[in-house]
């Protein structure tokens, strides 16, 4: 063990009881030999059990309804989620005024990120009403299984197979190993034919087949370097999900007005689109410790930070991308569905 390592080596062991996922970054995360014992499958089990411990707890936040939709099947969808007029008039908010963009370049697709700040939520009254209400917030935080504030986004999804390369997003895979939540509110429809968000039922609890595959996994993810399956975000053959005995993947291709809400630690993909297509949604997303048995105490919910985490996560980005490290370059101000800056002819 080098010098650097004993210094950093608590730091690791801190990171087990946190949501920390790299099998490259942390050795013992990524060790073949812990995780033949099975650590990475006691962090799993131990996650799913508080999960199921805090959802208790949460209840209250959703309609029984959906509450057995998502026990079932890891995702949830509210067609019609707003009355006619309400949805009329928070796609004119959206598409007709400009905001401050990021722009981020996988393969054929651009997406595009208008943090949503508090400012915009007073300045759009529709807006506030939809990412404040209870059904958003509700059912985000009951899958996210905390009590906390999300993070939010006006997202717009520019895709063209006649660009780019293979979009990683369009592999079957699982965000991480512990339950945590993304939310599309979509403002165009998503044709079956226009790459929908896809997910296989049922794939958000776990069973011994899972659980075994999972192990299997983690003991190989720290040999394949940095990629997204050695950063912890396992990626899943259309074969390994038969033989784990997962039903079908469902394509969930719905008309604007509808939300969907998923766990994503299920297995999930975004379908490839076979014609360029452009999708304009409202995009909340939701990950915290995933082993606190408690579900609120966010320092986010506090009357100064709440609805902010999105400023706050802009700020950062652009500091980090003007000094050239890591982050989406900001691309100034434009209307969502003005055409992708970053691009190219
Ligand atoms: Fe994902």
Partial sequence: MKAVDIVKAPIWLAELATGAKSFVGNPIIGSPRLNRLGLHEKRVMLAQRMADVRRRQMRHLVDAEDAEAFARDGYVVRRNALPDD?????????????????????????????????????????????????????????????????ITFIHTVFADPHRGGRDPQTVFHSDTFHPTAKAWYFLTDVEDDGGPFTFVPGSHRMTPQRLAWEREKAITARAGGPSMHGLGSFRVTDEELSQMGYAEPVRVAVPANTLVVADTHGFHARAVSHKPTVRLGIYGS????????????????????????????????????????????????????????????
């Avoid at 996988?106 to 997406?111: A, E, F, H, L, W």
């Avoid at 950062?316 to 890591?326: D, E, H, Q, S, V």
């Fill in 286 to 345: 939701l990950r915290k410790n995933p082993f606190v048995p408690w579900a609120g105490l966010d320092p986010f919910d506090l009357p100064g930070l709440s609805g902010r985490q999105a400023e706050i996560h802009d700020a950062i980005n652009n500091w980090a991308a003007k000094r050239g490290k890591t982050g989406q370059p900001p691309v100034g101000m434009v209307k969502p569905l003005d055409p992708p800056v970053r691009w190219k002819g």
């Fill in 86 to 150: 309400a949805f009329a008039r928070l796609r004119d908010e959206v598409e007709g005024n400009e905001f401050s963009a990021q722009e981020m370049v996988q393969g054929q697709t651009v997406t595009r990120f208008c943090p949503i700040t508090r400012a915009m939520t007073r300045a759009f009254p529709e807006l506030g009403a939809l990412v404040n209400g209870r059904l958003f917030q509700g059912l985000l935080r009951y899958v996210a299984s905390r009590n906390a504030d999300p």
